[in-house]
């Protein structure tokens, strides 16, 4: 067999397509199929055309908090089913609630339904064709960082079959949401207390307690949807909370401060009153989890905040790892479209990372600025007042990509207003009238929807 001299330049320029084609494609591991999620693994093949994505979801559906079963407790592997309530109309705006690409149907009220929600997601999966990237029943049990690949090493397990695979990726997302550990207050008393005790991830319908004296702690959004809720049915609701003035219900809700101590028969509240009740139901909120991060991953989860992260999303100590839709009072979903689009703006390399000093500096700042708001703790990633705007602005500037218009903060914070003013704030919608300015109409009352959520 004869060899002939190959002009290697020549045969590089002719097979350059083919070098192309076969180059290593960029990995990311997307870790839930929930609202953020979904928009994240979306920008990741549209910034990335060169991306490999993998979303695993333990689930079986799409949706995350919005996947509504009729089922609590656990589901079929064994894992804690997170849902909303049946009668649930949102306490935001729909404006907030869709995808700058998919937003929800125009037909739809401003205060929308599960079902609305999720038709929604649905849609967009379908529009975005992103249901081949989801790996459902698929959990994510332990993240770590391997420093000699600089890549991640992302243990997988097949919850259908129980078993378990070893992923490698460059980039990770974590994308598992706000509502999957429930907090529950440890009161005196809690452990001898003969009625009914549940979270509000465990509440579905008012009916099921007909009859009954229910006390719901908790002055959030969750307890004051719930309480009149249930109020339509039981003999009689109680909203135990800590807010200095009443908190809007209706006029069939009776209002007590906080819980001193709970009794066989019911509870003892700080101003020295006395009620018994059948159930207990506790609006108390959630908490961040991220189990499946080694302590390697260079961030830390303390007092209900992650840190440090740039903007609430990029690791800095390990900026190949980023977390979408942790601030909180914002446009939910088109938050969460910015956050990935600023993101993937550094990992698909269309622009250059700032470096980890230039980071620091700028979460330091956030944070000494927080500290003189008395937004530290569980309120680290909240966006309240003037926050929400300048949040969108900041990170869509510093990526060089589309913010959110005015028009949207100033909506979601009068709702936000409406809400501590008045129990029937659904009863309105909103309209856009340009980037800034809005109006807000009052719904005929043979419109209104009668679901209380």
Known sequence: MSFQKVNVDKWVKKHHKVFHLMAPSTTYCIIGA???GLCTAKHALTFDHNATVKVF???????????????????????????????????????????PDYPIDEQAGTFVTISDVIKQLEGYVDKFQLKKYIY???QVVRVVRNFESSQWNVL?????????????????????????????PSFPGRSIFRGRQLHSKDYRRGENYRGERVLVIGGGHSGMDIAPDIAVYADKVVLSHRCKVPVHTGDHVVQKPEVARLTLTGAEFVDGTEEHFDTIIYCTGYRYSTPFLSVDCGVSLHDNAISPLYYHCININQPTMAFIGLPFNACLMLMMDL?????????SGQKPLPSKQEMLDAWQQDQDERKVRGLTGKLTHMLAGDL???YYDDVAHIAGIESLKPVLAKMHADCINSKNEDVNFRNFDYH?????????????PKSVSSSIA
């Open 34 to 36: 929930g609202p953020s």
């Open 57 to 99: 979801e333990q689930s079986q559906k799409i949706g995350g908090l919005w996947a509504y079963s009729e089922k609590t407790g656990k589901d079929v592997n064994g894992l804690d089913i997170t849902c909303m309530y049946a009668n649930l109309r949102t306490n935001l705006i729909k404006h907030g609630m869709g995808y």
């Open 136 to 138: 459902f029943q698929h």
């Open 156 to 184: 997988v397990k097949d919850l259908a079959s129980d078993q378990f695979t070893m992923h490698q990726f460059d980039f990770v997302l974590v994308c598992n949401g706000h509502y999957s550990s429930p907090i529950v």
């Open 339 to 347: 956050q990935a689009r600023f993101c993937m703006t550094f990992f």
């Open 388 to 390: 929400q705007q300048r």
């Open 432 to 444: 856009i009238i340009d980037d800034e300015n809005f109006i807000k109409v009052k719904i005929p």
